[in-house]
């Protein structure tokens, strides 16, 4: 699900599930589990991105229509477990975006340090609430942290998805870049990163910035319930599927 190459002490991280990097619970998991990892491992700083030309399409509704209430159950703190990991890692982590980056797919690229975004059709953004569904309090944090309270409440209602020279003036995007470069400047940003700046200080400030989102997310845990709650509601009144079956133009 996920593929690893380590370039210069830089470990480049593909997501390689399906199509469209669907976030599943498996995937989810696989995110969480490989960031945790990172902690003691060598490299000094991490790239994100996807396999093929999607970064990631979001929560794989389908599984969550197919698993009802149950899978939900699983999968959101799963998905909140995948976001922290990304988001705590105390080290350099750079979001190279080569596609499509919805919903999910967007949160986890907000939750890097550095975003850069292939210039071209891909879009990103965070239409939950049109599927039907309350942002999780872990997600909403951290759009929270990439784009300040303003730009997240205008990305959030709005619920649409955004062209990469839109999602850089929303503060979602850092670079805009051409596709053939994403790569290879994302690995300078992240060298920059690691080796302008002492890896303690850089995990020390990094803290610092995000302590009091995290703190946030460790405190309203009462919502944990309600929100699942919603989650299952919508899988169960048909919402989230009519807005799959228009999104995708299939019954």
Known sequence: MIEREDVDGIAVLRLAHGPVNAMDLELCRAIAECFRDLVADPARAVVITGGGRTFSAGVDLRRLLDGGAEYVEKFLPALNDSFRAVFELAKPVVAAVNGHAVAGGAVLAAAADHVLMADGRGRIGVPEIVV???????????????????????????????????AQAFGLVDEVVPADELLDRALAAARRLAGEIPPDTFAITKGQLRREHVLRMETYTDEEGPVAALWARRVADGWTADYLAKATGKS
């Open 132 to 166: 039907g569904v309350p942002f999780p309090r872990v997600p909403l944090e951290v759009v929270r942290y990439a784009v300040g309270d303003v730009a997240a409440r205008r990305l959030v209602v709005g619920a649409q998805t955004h062209p990469p020279a839109d």
